[in-house]
C-alpha cells in the first residue's frame, strides 16, 4: 500500500507496507513469546524427582536424636513452623530393626497413663508438662519381653497429644514409623526449643551417621 503525499514542488510515493525484517520479526515475536512464557509455567521434566515429596517433607523440619539416652534409640523429632514437634521412632531405632518388629505399646508408665490426656482450649488445659527424658510409652518387641523399649520425649514442653492408634494397631510403626505411627505431639516454647535443637542432627546427618542412601 502507498500514500502520495507533496514534498516541495513534486508528488512522491511512500509504501506504507511494512519490510520483510519487520514482518518477520513481528510474526516470529509472539511464538517466542508463547515459547518463554511454557518455560517459565512447565517444569523441566528431566529436574523433577523421581517421586513427589511426601507431607512431612513439604510440611515439617526434620531432626532427630541419635542413641538417645541408650545405644540404637534413635528418635525422630519433626517441627512444623508453627511450633509443634512430632515426636517417633527414627527407621533405626533398635525396635524397629528387631525380628518380628513392634508388637504393642503400652502408654501406661509408672503413675500416668498417657493415652487418658485430654487437652483443650487455647491454653491448653490439662496438658502435662514433659522433659527431654520423661517417658512417653514402652514397646514391646517380639522378644522383648520385660524389658520393653522406653520411648522418650526428647524435647521440654507441654504434652498435647498420644497417638491412640498405636495400641489397637502397633504395627503402624512397623509399616509407617513417620507418619500414621508417630508417637506424640509436643508444644515447646521457642526459648526451650533453641536449647534443645543443638543436641540434635538435621536429617542429612542422619543420614551420614547412619549410612543411609
Known amino acids: 500500500m502507498t500514500e502520495t503525499v507533496k514534498s516541495g514542488d513534486d508528488y512522491v510515493s511512500i509504501s506504507l507496507s511494512k519490510s ?3 514482518r518477520q520479526f513481528e510474526e516470529e515475536q509472539p511464538e517466542n513469546e508463547e515459547d518463554e512464557l511454557k518455560r517459565l509455567l512447565l517444569p523441566d521434566v528431566s529436574n523433577l524427582p523421581l517421586s513427589p515429596p511426601s ?6 523440619v526434620r531432626y532427630f536424636a541419635i542413641d538417645f539416652m541408650k ?3 534413635d528418635q525422630y523429632v519433626y517441627r512444623h513452623a508453627n511450633g509443634l514437634c512430632v515426636i517417633g521412632l ?5 525396635a524397629l530393626q528387631a525380628e518380628g ?3 504393642s505399646v503400652d502408654f501406661n508408665v509408672g503413675k500416668s497413663d498417657r493415652s487418658e490426656l485430654k487437652v483443650s482450649g487455647k491454653r491448653k488445659k490439662n496438658a502435662q508438662h514433659f522433659q527431654p527424658n520423661s517417658i512417653l510409652c514402652n514397646v514391646h518387641t ?3 519381653g520385660d524389658a520393653p523399649y522406653i520411648v522418650r520425649c526428647c524435647v521440654k514442653g507441654p504434652l498435647l497429644e498420644v497417638n491412640n492408634k498405636l495400641i489397637e494397631k502397633p504395627e503402624l510403626l512397623n509399616t509407617s514409623a513417620e507418619r500414621d505411627g508417630y508417637i506424640a505431639i509436643v508444644m515447646p516454647r521457642p526459648g526451650d526449643w533453641l536449647k534443645i535443637k543443638e543436641s540434635l542432627v538435621s536429617y ?3 543420614k ?3 549410612n543411609l542412601s
Open 208 to 210: 551420614k551417621l547412619r
Open 142 to 144: 517380639l522378644h522383648s
Open 71 to 73: 545405644a540404637g534409640h
Open 101 to 103: 518388629g513392634v508388637t
Open 55 to 60: 507431607s512431612v517433607e513439604t510440611n515439617f
Open 20 to 22: 520483510p525484517l519487520k
Open 204 to 206: 542429612d546427618e542422619f
Open 90 to 94: 527414627a527407621q533405626t531405632h533398635v
